[in-house]
């Protein structure tokens, strides 16, 4: 079982820029990937972005690419989505999750999720 805990959300105007922080706690070393996802009302929750604990960026949504940064520091076990430029369709609460092998963008490949941190951008 992982542990994990988002943290960094808020309220900013467009344009501007956040950091989430997700740290993970745990048998951190069973999961392969860590990804972000976020999910607005009435809404499936979508997928952002996903990073290898062992290295590499999976791949990026294509409504974030050039605007989000995903990263890892291993010795803190912790996960980091740097969104910048961020826009009001950005609104949403943001999750990170813990999974497997399968597919990174796939809610079905991830067993362990945080509570969600939820990050508000005005026009």
């Known amino acids: 079982q992982v542990q994990l805990v988002e943290s960094g959300g808020g309220l900013v105007q467009a344009g501007g820029s956040l950091r989430l922080s997700c740290a993970a706690s745990?048998?951190?070393?069973?999961?392969?990937?860590m990804g972000w996802f976020r999910q607005t009302p009435g809404k499936e929750r979508e997928f952002v972005t996903a990073?290898?604990?062992?290295?590499?960026?999976?791949e990026y949504a294509d409504s974030v690419k050039g605007r989000f940064t995903i990263s890892r520091d291993n010795a803190k076990n912790t996960v980091y989505l740097q969104m910048n430029s961020l826009k009001p369709e950005d609104t949403a609460v943001y999750y990170c999750a813990a999974g497997g092998l399968g597919p990174a963008a796939s809610r079905l490949n991830y067993y362990n999720w945080g509570q969600g941190t939820q990050v508000t951008v005005s026009s």
């Open positions: 990073i290898r604990w062992s290295g590499g960026v999976m």
């Open positions: 745990g048998r951190t070393f069973s999961s392969y990937v």
